[in-house]
C-alpha cells in the first residue's frame, strides 16, 4: 500500500517551468514504477511520463518529449516532473500514480496503476 501526494503546481505564462513533486507513503517505494497524468476538463485522463522502479528508464507522450523530465529519489520516496518551455495545451490537473514492478517496465495506461494521488492544478496562461 502506497498514499500519493502531489505538489508544485500553480499558474505560469507560457513558455515558463514548474517542477511537481510527488511524495509517497508506505513501505517499499523502490519497487513501485511510477507514473504522472493528466486531465484537462471535459477530457480523458492521459499519460504524460514513466519511470522505472530504479530510475533508470524513463519515457514520454510525444507532445512532452525534450521539455518533461521525470525522475525519482528512492531514499526519499520522491517523485519530480520538471516542466520547462510550458504551453498553454499543457494545463490540466496532474496526477501521481503507483504500481507495483519490479522487472524494468513501463506503464502508459491508466488502468496500469494502482494508486493515485490527488493531483495538482497546473495552468499555462498569459
Known amino acids: 500500500q502506497v498514499q500519493l501526494v502531489e505538489s508544485g503546481g500553480g499558474l505560469v505564462q507560457p513558455g515558463g517551468s514548474l517542477r511537481l513533486s510527488c511524495a509517497a507513503s508506505?513501505?517499499?517505494?523502490?519497487?513501485?514504477?511510477m507514473g504522472w497524468f493528466r486531465q484537462a476538463p471535459g477530457k480523458e485522463r492521459e499519460f504524460v511520463a514513466t519511470i522505472t522502479w530504479s530510475g533508470g528508464n524513463t519515457d514520454y507522450r510525444d507532445s512532452v518529449k525534450g521539455r518533461f523530465t521525470l525522475s525519482r529519489d528512492n531514499a526519499k520516496k520522491m517523485v519530480f516532473l520538471q516542466m520547462n518551455s510550458l504551453k498553454p495545451e499543457d494545463t490540466a490537473v496532474y496526477y501521481c500514480?503507483?504500481?507495483?514492478?519490479?522487472?524494468?517496465?513501463?506503464?502508459?495506461?491508466?488502468?496500469?496503476?494502482?494508486?493515485w494521488g490527488q493531483g495538482t492544478q497546473v495552468t499555462v496562461s498569459s
Open positions: 500514480a503507483a504500481r507495483k514492478s519490479r522487472d524494468g517496465s513501463m506503464w502508459y495506461a491508466v488502468k496500469d496503476y494502482d494508486y
Open positions: 508506505g513501505r517499499a517505494f523502490s519497487i513501485y514504477a
